[in-house]
């Protein structure tokens, strides 16, 4: 089997751990992606640093080195920044990679834009890592989505700042000096102000923000205070009142629009992240239909975020697989081609489950509800968007009997007259 070539940007604690744990994990891999993983070239800053590299593999400071390798499937990113990350990327987009990045203050800046233009190259751009590290906590948003709306999300995102005010709490010590120890022990970075500033968790409230409800609040509107004045007789007020100081990443939808908000907050012991501890993260996200569901786990650090990045590439290699897959099997029902498939109209035909097709759903997939009503005694809707999209979007309903029809992609059609053939009598089956 051909093996799937990939390509790291920067080679720091991140990349570190990516680059290891394809090693180390060689085996399990190749087992679960059908094929082996070739590490192609690495791109860092410096290259007079001493790495502990495989000869084999190029290490570079020049990205046209390795936008030139003939065939690069994915790429992990692991630079620090918004630039030149953010151009690098859409480079190695254009180039036809798919992207695995963790690089949340690019995506929060540049995250939409990035996201379209990967589905304009027919390409994945993943980030599960980029929030809460090793906690899946991307992929559950994506699942719960699908039938849940997500009221709020209490989080504490930031394990630099969750171990400071721990220590400070258990060890009445203060917080310079649990700083200090924090960067000692490598949980807090050389310059630490993202973190205790609540700017990383900014980041990743606004990643989020774009994953749940497709926009941002304004910026200037998100209240935004770390954790720098916090004293130890505030921690031990709150104990003596039952109560834990959290750094408590907030995003709430309403009728008046999104609400986010980065500031130390008391919680009590019966909630969730009273006994998020340490240098975990912990989220409450608070739905409307199941309830509460908790997560928590390891934040950051080299294996948890290689961890996620790597299941990235997993999700990557079987949603492909899949839509391969489904394309062979409508294939061989004769199907003919769609002639734009940048704009493939589909009109689907489906009983039961007309909240199947709510538009908040449909735009998670990139789809458009064009038209619904009766066609022959079923209920049929009309959606535009990628032929690829709306079999991904067909797909993830798992409906066995489910009939679907192409229609004319030059405009809306009288659809009526264009169902001469099915694209697949049971594409989900
Ligand atoms: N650390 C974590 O636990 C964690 C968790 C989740 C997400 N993240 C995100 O992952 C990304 C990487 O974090 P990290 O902790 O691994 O950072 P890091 O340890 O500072 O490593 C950064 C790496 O990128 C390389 N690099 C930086 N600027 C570059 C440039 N302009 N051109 C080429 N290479 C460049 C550096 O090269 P040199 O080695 O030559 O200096 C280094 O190898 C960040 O976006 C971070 O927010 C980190």
Redesign the pocket.
């Known amino acids: 089997m051909k093996p799937i070539s990939v390509v790291l940007?920067?080679?720091?604690?991140?990349?570190q751990g990516v680059y290891e744990s394809l090693f180390s994990h060689q085996q399990k891999l190749q087992e679960v992606l059908g094929a082996p993983v070739e590490i192609a070239g690495i791109?860092?800053?410096?290259?007079a640093?001493q790495r502990d590299v495989s000869r084999s593999i190029l290490v570079t400071?020049d990205i046209d080195e390795l936008l030139a390798l003939p065939q690069i499937d994915v790429v992990f990113e692991?630079?620090?920044?918004i630039e030149?990350a953010y151009t690098y990327i859409r480079k190695f987009l254009t180039k036809g990679c798919h992207i695995i990045t963790?690089?949340?203050?690019?995506l929060a800046h540049k995250g939409s834009e990035l996201t379209k233009y990967a589905q304009e190259q027919r390409r994945y751009l993943t980030f599960e890592?980029?929030v809460a590290?090793g906690i899946p906590l991307l992929r559950t948003l994506i699942q719960l989505l699908q039938v849940n709306g997500i009221v709020k999300i209490e989080a504490s995102l930031n394990g630099t700042s969750n171990y400071i005010l721990s220590k400070m709490r258990k060890e009445q010590a203060k917080f310079q000096d649990v700083l200090v120890e924090a960067q000692a022990l490598g949980y807090a970075e050389a310059d630490p102000s993202n973190d205790i500033l609540g700017t990383d968790s900014f980041y990743k409230l606004m990643v989020l923000s774009d994953l749940i409800y497709h926009q941002q609040p304004k910026w200037n509107d998100v209240e935004k205070t770390g954790i720098t004045n916090v004293t130890v007789p505030h921690i031990q007020l709150g104990e003596k009142l039952g109560l834990r100081l959290k750094l408590l990443a907030s995003l709430t939808s309403s009728h008046d629009g999104i609400h986010a908000e980065v500031k130390p907050v008391f919680v009590s012991s019966d909630h969730s992240l009273y006994h998020v501890e340490g240098v975990d993260n912990g989220i409450a996200i608070h739905t409307d239909l199941v309830g509460t569901i908790h997560l928590q786990g390891p934040g950051?650090?080299?294996k948890?975020?290689a961890s996620a990045m790597i299941e990235d590439l997993v999700y990557i290699r079987q949603i492909k697989d899949t839509i391969a897959q489904e394309n062979v099997r409508a294939s061989q029902h004769h199907v003919e081609p769609t002639a734009d498939d940048l704009s493939t109209w589909v009109a689907v035909t489906e009983e039961t489950v007309p909240e199947a097709f709510h538009k908040e759903r449909l735009r998670q997939y990139q789809i458009n509800l064009i038209k619904r009503e009766k066609l022959n005694e079923m209920e049929g809707f009309l959606l535009q968007g990628r032929e690829y999209d709306i079999l991904l979007f067909l797909q993830s309903l798992k409906l066995g009997l489910l009939t679907i029809y192409p229609v004319s992609p030059t405009g809306l059609p009288p659809y009526e007259k264009t169902l001469t053939h099915t694209l697949a009598k049971s594409i989900i089956n």
């Open positions: 940007l920067g080679l720091g604690t991140v990349g791109l860092v800053k410096n290259k640093k400071t692991a630079i620090v920044g030149p963790a690089n949340k203050e690019l890592a980029a590290g950051a650090g080299a948890a975020t």
